[in-house]
């Protein structure tokens, strides 16, 4: 997530229900054994409410303490834990990994151990994508997710049904707000709507197709930002009116009264997750699997989203968020994005991107 400590929603005051129902849902609290567990996550306001709402909830409910360790959302993080494992450390015996990170991490080979399924029967509520395989089993079991999302200014423009609309130069002219880095999901979101999804980027013509229409939108783009803040502010200053923006920072913005609605067209919004991952060195698979299947528990998936502001890996249904609620961090339909071809194309997408935002 991208400066997730800047997610203040919960000064909205989230209901202590939660809480109560992710330890209930669990049942009677084992005797402590002094049993305990290293658990990485990416660090700020999102650090700090897992530790003030969802590992006491978990010690509550198992009798199993647990180490916070601070982790960056990125690559860093795999090459602390290869030097790590190189040195025969174990800095968290669970770490967030994004997609990416992981299929490098499996690719590398030997730095995560495989999980036992049997061994968290409430991951059976998630969708299997949500359960990264290699060759050496289930490594990866998806934590939580977040989306970038379609947003407009509801008093210039009414809400599109599709991302194409975004390509109307007669309502869109100089006036769009779109993210410059060439991985920000645009061209996810350009293959939903307009070619076979994420097979488009199997091939290098296929993904010049999809930059080639990005070049389309240039008349209608009146800023490429890099830095969050820049798109914020040029929503609220009304300089653009429409554009792809982070969904929980816009629903924020719009309770805080500035004009912007984030919207779930028919293509869907491009949507990322963290997973929880074992160390290939962790003695604590056992604790390790409690954990994972405490937090992908439809209450702790709850209790995250009211918490922290993450989109639930769950149904909305097996969980008691409301429509209010779960719409200010999740939606349908969600596109999924070309992990596998950001990691293996990356020069050549980079330099065919930077190439088109030049003019060349």
């Known amino acids: 997530m991208t400066n997730i400590n800047r997610r203040t929603l919960l000064k909205t005051g989230a209901s202590a229900a939660g809480l109560a129902a ?16 290293k658990i990485g996550s990416y660090g700020g306001y999102f650090e700090n409410s897992f530790k ?36 025969g450390t174990v800095p968290a015996d669970l770490s967030l990994y994004g997609r990416a990170t992981m299929i490098k991490a499996s690719r590398i080979g030997g730095l995560l151990k495989p999980l ?17 395989e290699d060759g050496t089993g289930p490594i990866g079991v998806g934590a939580m997710a977040w989306f970038t999302a379609m947003v407009i200014n509801p008093n210039e423009v009414t809400a599109p049904v599709s991302w194409a609309e975004f390509w109307d130069t007669d309502t869109y002219e100089a006036s769009l ?38 070049a389309e939108l240039k008349p209608n783009v009146a800023l490429w930002w890099s830095a969050e803040s820049q798109m914020e502010q040029s929503m609220k200053n009304g300089d653009v009116i429409g554009g792809q923006y982070y969904l929980d920072v816009a629903n924020l913005m719009k309770a805080d009264g500035f004009p912007i609605q984030p919207i779930f067209p028919e293509e869907g919004n491009p949507q990322d997750y963290g997973s929880w991952c074992l160390s290939s060195l962790s003695e604590k698979s056992a604790e390790a699997a409690e954990f994972i299947n405490f937090a992908s528990m ?34 349908t339909p969600a596109i999924k994005i070309a992990y596998e071809a950001y ?5 050549f997408m980079k330099e065919s991107w930077d190439k088109m935002l030049a003019g060349a």
């Open 343 to 347: 990691l293996d194309k990356e020069t």
């Open 298 to 331: 439809p209450a702790t998936q709850a209790l995250m989203s009211r918490k922290i502001g993450t989109a639930p890996l769950v149904p909305q249904s097996a969980t008691d968020l409301t429509d209010e609620e779960f719409s200010f961090v999740s939606g």
């Open 22 to 37: 992710a330890s209930s849902v669990i049942g009677t609290p084992l005797i402590a054994q002094e049993r305990s567990l």
């Open 177 to 214: 707000g779109l993210s410059k880095n060439y991985n920000s999901n645009l061209l996810d979101i350009i293959a939903a709507t307009f070619f076979d999804g994420a097979s488009t980027f199997d091939t290098d013509e296929g993904i010049l197709a999809l930059i080639e229409k990005a």
């Open 116 to 132: 036992d399924m049997s061994t968290m029967p409430e991951t059976s509520s998630m969708d299997g994508y949500f359960i990264f």
């Open 52 to 87: 003030e709402h969802v590992y006491p909830a978990f010690t509550e409910a198992t009798g199993i303490a647990v180490e916070s360790v601070t982790q960056p959302n990125s690559t860093d993080w795999l090459v602390t834990m290869q030097q790590a494992q190189a040195a």
